[in-house]
């Protein structure tokens, strides 16, 4: 019996995507897309059973639920489904959140379409699939999960909150070009720039440009 996918995240293009990848195995099927997580929650409960096997799941959702908060509840109201978090954003101590949450495993979504294809077989057969820098014990139906900690779910919502220019402008300044170079790159001008720069820093409550690098580099942007 084929393994049965359901896939969240904002992103329709990176949606469809999977979706296509998925359809060429003969051993998956996507049961359902889904863009939110209020969209999810409302076709798990009209479901009479578990509809899938395994949730491909981002973390970065619209609100109100971002896939982090998602997890316990998921764990709790259909303990069949299999979690497999796939996301952009890896630092450390959410890559542990979402162990400690219920999920079944994470994955970068930068690695290979075959890496992907194997941790989705490996979540199915009842494998965990995290860094080998965690130590992760197997998950049972009735183990208790963590509801994930108010740091890192603040963390989720202040990174939902930039723009797909502001998390432009954070990659550039991760490359180490000043505001005026930046304003050439993107034919911004340079008090556009600046400006934006300012909005960054106050959304993600950061201070100072080094500080803003190694926000960036710990979460993925």
């Known amino acids: 019996m084929p393994c049965r996918l359901l896939l969240v995240d904002d992103h329709p293009v990176l949606t469809r995507g ?13 049961s ?7 969209a999810l ?3 798990l409960e009209a479901s009479p059973a578990t509809p899938a096997d395994v949730l491909l799941l981002d973390l970065r959702l619209p609100p109100p639920h971002d896939g982090l908060s998602l997890l316990p509840r998921l764990r709790r109201s259909w303990p069949a489904l299999k979690v497999l978090v796939f996301s952009s954003a890896t630092s450390p101590t959410l890559v542990s959140q979402v162990a400690a949450a219920g999920a079944h495993g ?3 979504k930068a690695v290979e379409a075959s890496a ?8 199915y057969t009842e494998q965990l699939v995290f860094p080998a820098r965690l130590r992760v014990r197997p998950l049972t139906p009735t183990q208790p999960v963590a509801e994930p900690g108010q740091q890192a779910a603040d963390v989720l919502l202040r990174l939902h909150q930039l723009s ?3 998390r432009e402008i954070v990659g550039l300044i991760r490359e180490g070009l000043s505001t005026r170079d930046i304003a050439a790159r993107l034919s911004l001008a340079e ?4 400006t934006h720069r ?13 500080m803003l690098v190694r926000f960036a580099h710990e979460h993925g942007l």
């Open 32 to 38: 359902g897309q889904f863009a939110s997580g209020e």
């Open 164 to 166: 797909a220019r502001e």
């Open 41 to 43: 929650l409302k076709f």
């Open 191 to 194: 008090f556009t720039v600046g």
């Open 116 to 123: 992907l294809l194997a941790a989705i077989r490996a979540v």
């Open 106 to 108: 994470f994955l970068d």
């Open 18 to 30: 999977l979706a296509t990848l998925l359809s060429q195995e003969p051993d998956l099927v996507v």
């Open 198 to 210: 300012r909005n960054i820093m106050q959304k993600l409550g950061v201070h100072g440009v080094a």
